[in-house]
């Protein structure tokens, strides 16, 4: 397996994770959504946006937009807070995913590993200053923290009592070769 090859996994699995811990917050009520927790973004539904917005603002900083408005739900440590948008229904986050997915698709499909080296500014939400950063270790980033805050998730989702996705990559691998 080659880089692209590994980066195109990682991506699949990424989707995969995502539809998996969707499914579950679609069985959430409304207030489990929201219930508050000291993990992650604060609730399940913040968390999930966080995600998402992870992983919108770093494609926009592949594709040179490097102050990608972040979206926020209410509650978040960062809601309200300049440059932030809000997102606070969870339809709506599954439709805006779907939509980011495919451009994500699109973006790694055309991906050649000459471009990994290539750098790309990403303005930090936190101190304001840009960042030079490659495009092999923005994709790493993002995979890195989908996994990190996919262990929040499934934290907040066992202190629902909801069901509790297994999605690191074994299981996907046992489901596609099994």
Request: net charge negative; aromatic share 8%; charged share 15%.
């Amino acid at each position: 397996m080659n880089t692209i090859q590994f980066i195109k996994r990682t991506f699949e699995h990424r989707c995969w994770a995502n539809h998996q811990l969707l499914e579950v917050a679609k069985t959430l009520t409304s207030s489990q959504l929201t219930q508050t927790f000291l993990i992650g973004q604060g609730s399940a539904l913040a968390t999930l946006v966080h995600l998402y917005a992870a992983e919108l603002v770093w494609l926009e900083a592949l594709h040179g937009n490097k102050t990608a408005l972040l979206p926020t739900a209410d509650g978040a440590p960062n809601s309200g807070a300049p440059g932030s948008t809000p997102l606070n229904d969870l339809n709506q986050l599954i439709i805006d995913w779907q939509t980011l997915q495919t451009r994500w698709q699109q973006y790694i499909a055309n991906l050649t590993e000459d471009q990994l080296d290539t750098m790309y500014v990403r303005t930090n939400s936190r101190d304001g200053k840009d960042y030079d950063l490659p495009v092999a270790d923005i994709l790493i980033h993002v995979n890195t923290h989908a996994n990190y805050t996919y262990a929040q998730l499934n934290n907040i989702y066992r202190q629902l009592d909801a069901p509790v996705p297994y999605v690191n990559m074994s299981n996907l691998s046992r489901q596609q070769h099994n």
